[in-house]
């Protein structure tokens, strides 16, 4: 590989690395974790508890035996015979998604919705000022022009007595 070629590959990392969105990626990943530690800790808390009383209390211990009759080692906890569906953990994991969800499309989606959405009619409403100025000068222009005209007495090249122009000897 040429010396070039490697420090052109080397400039295209660096500036990928420092164009911000792999550090904000970075940064949304950390507070995604931590988080989801506290989603955990409302469904561990609160949702399996609420959950659990209509029957245990622990959501993941929930669980259906699929084939045949489902014999659990006391010790170890662990299914010996038949073949256990663990749905509690499913559901715990899907209520933690929801809540995640929720909380992130409510707290943090919307409100930028709507930030951006009234920055958006700002910047619309100041583009409609500029053309409107913008409008209003090119009138004025006009008027200039057409007062100027007529002060010469006519439409503008009929007046050839007016002074020196581009195609006449001053």
């Not at 038949?82 to 707290?107: E, H, K, M, P």
């Amino acid at each position: 590989m040429s010396e070039k070629k490697k420090f052109s590959l080397l400039e295209g990392f660096k500036a990928f690395l420092l164009r911000g969105n792999v550090i904000d990626l970075a940064v949304a990943v950390v507070i995604g974790a931590a988080f989801t530690n506290i989603v955990n800790a409302i469904v561990r808390g609160v949702i399996n508890p609420l959950v659990g009383a209509v029957g245990t209390k622990n959501l993941e211990s929930y669980s259906s035996c699929l084939k045949g009759p489902c014999l659990t080692d006391p010790k170890t906890g662990e299914t010996t015979d038949g073949i256990r569906i663990l749905w509690g953990s499913v559901l715990s994991a899907t209520l933690s998604f929801l809540i995640t969800a929720a909380v992130v499309y409510f707290l943090m989606v919307l409100p930028m919705a709507k930030y951006l959405a009234r920055r958006a009619a700002m910047l619309a409403a100041k583009e409609g000022v500029q053309e409107t100025l913008e409008v209003s000068e090119l009138e004025v222009l006009k008027e200039i022009r057409d007062a100027l005209v007529a002060q010469r007495g006519g439409p503008a090249g009929e007046n050839r007595d007016a002074g020196p122009g581009p195609d006449r000897e001053g």
